[in-house]
């Protein structure tokens, strides 16, 4: 079995995108600037929004971190949202989710002006994606592609199994993976005999949130395995295949942790990169005498 190493594409690709921020910077531009909204105290949230702002840093990347009450009101976030908006320093804005649920995250995201939606969660953006146009994608799939693209893993033809139909992982992989030319089968919660539809995979991909949901039998010989699972078990994190019984049966496999989970920040400051890159050019042309 080949481990699948997030952490350490991750690390180079971030590399690459420092080096060409680095070279904006010298060239007198201001750096790239990232805003997060961290709503109330969700220990997973937290650490998570570590994180981004950890790998701001190490790009050379400016963060905001925002953190509201768990009992904000929809009035005083709507006003963080459009200030955010107007700031001219702030390239890409995300709202971590989940959020409380006296919010509508489906409508706080849609104020998020969708030329600084960084987790392309936008209704626009969700669109121009299912449409096949070019967008901001949401980053943990589009960092799946990215990481089977850097082990050369071509999945045109193969069978794709995603476990989960979430908007934020198992519904937009569905749709990248088709757009890769893979035949995709989603199975989820009311699936009625899941090893049924997981035996047949080439890939798999796994977003359930259940440590342990997949072991041995469920899977093919030589399959790919991409585990998406962000489980705490006994203090430790765990996905949500079971990686000890897969390992000698499985081709290529992901770690937890690791694996998807870098791959997801590394996307998040990729999607900010390129809403800068798009945010300065703006900015030149108004500079150009004669456009305007
Ligand atoms: N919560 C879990 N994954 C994500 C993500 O990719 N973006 C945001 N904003 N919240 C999340």
Redesign the pocket.
């Known amino acids: 079995m080949i481990l699948i190493d997030g952490k350490a594409t991750a690390r180079q690709l971030n590399e690459d995108i420092k080096a060409k921020i680095d070279g904006f910077v010298q060239k007198g531009e201001r750096p790239p600037g990232l805003a997060i909204i961290l709503i109330g105290e969700n220990p997973a949230?937290l650490s998570?929004v570590k994180g981004k702002g950890k790998a701001c840093l190490s790009v050379g990347m400016t963060h905001e971190l925002i953190r509201l009450p768990e009992d904000v009101t929809s009035e005083a976030v709507e006003k963080v949202i459009t200030r955010l908006n107007q700031d001219p320093l702030v390239d890409g804005m995300?709202?971590?989710?989940?959020i409380p649920r006296h919010l509508d995250a489906d409508r706080l995201i849609d104020l998020i002006s969708k030329d600084k939606d960084a987790?392309g969660?936008h209704v626009i953006n969700q669109g121009y994606m299912y449409q096949k146009k070019p967008s901001i994608k949401?980053?943990?799939p589009k960092g799946i592609m990215t990481l089977l693209k850097a082990y050369d893993l071509d999945v045109a033809g193969m069978n794709a199994v995603v476990i989960g139909r979430s908007n934020?992982v198992g519904f937009p992989i569905a749709r990248l993976l088709m757009d890769a030319n893979a035949t995709v089968t989603i199975c989820h919660s009311r699936t009625s005999d899941l090893k049924q539809h997981t035996k047949e995979a080439d890939l798999l991909v796994v977003s359930a949130g259940r440590p342990g949901l997949v072991t041995k039998d469920m899977v093919k010989k030589g399959a790919i395995v991409i585990d998406v699972g962000v489980n705490r078990v006994d203090g430790k994190l765990v996905g949500d295949v079971d990686f000890e019984q897969l390992k000698d049966v499985v081709s290529y496999m992901t770690p937890v942790p690791g694996g998807v989970g870098p791959m997801?920040i590394h996307t998040?400051i990729h999607n900010t990169f390129e809403l800068y890159q798009a945010n300065i050019k703006t900015k030149d042309q108004l500079n150009t005498p004669g456009i305007l």
């Open positions: 949230s998570y995300i709202l971590q989710l989940p987790d969660f949401p980053a943990t934020i997801t998040l």
